[in-house]
């Protein structure tokens, strides 16, 4: 075991120490023979690592959505709500006005708007919402 003044407890000082040894006694070695994290980029790696393709991750949104004139209870438009959205985190469902819910959907792709129109309700607002 390795262990030092300022390398922490005993076992953390020893892997630090054993993961600079492994640098040192490796490092003109294959690149494949160091551990992951001191991989160093050399002309076979370059080409995996120095791509100019970016990758762009879409995060779910959140909505708040008034949908005016629907008949019924408040229940049944939230469970035909949720038959309706694809895949989403959470939905809750709450009276706007006399006249229309309000709904509050977390992690859906894109609006909801189409969808509920396309099944005969008049979406009155739509908004993205953050921090939900």
Not at 47 to 69: G, Q, T
Not at 79 to 87: G, H, M, R, S
Request: net charge negative.
């Amino acid at each position: 075991m390795f262990y030092g003044k300022g390398a922490g407890s005993l076992a953390t000082g020893s892997a630090v120490v054993s993961d600079l040894l492994n640098v040192a006694l490796f490092f003109e070695s294959d690149l494949h023979t160091l551990p992951p994290h001191f991989e160093l980029k050399t002309d076979k790696t370059r080409e995996m690592m120095d791509s100019d393709a970016e990758i762009n991750i879409k995060e779910k949104s959140n909505f708040f959505v008034v949908v005016n004139h629907v008949k019924g209870s408040i229940e049944n438009f939230e469970n035909e709500l949720k038959a309706i959205l694809p895949f989403h985190r959470s939905l809750r469902v709450a009276n706007y006005d006399n006249q229309a819910y309000a709904a509050v959907i977390v992690g859906l792709e894109s609006s909801p708007e189409e969808l509920i129109t396309k099944h005969g309700y008049e979406v009155g607002k739509v908004y993205p919402v953050e921090g939900v």
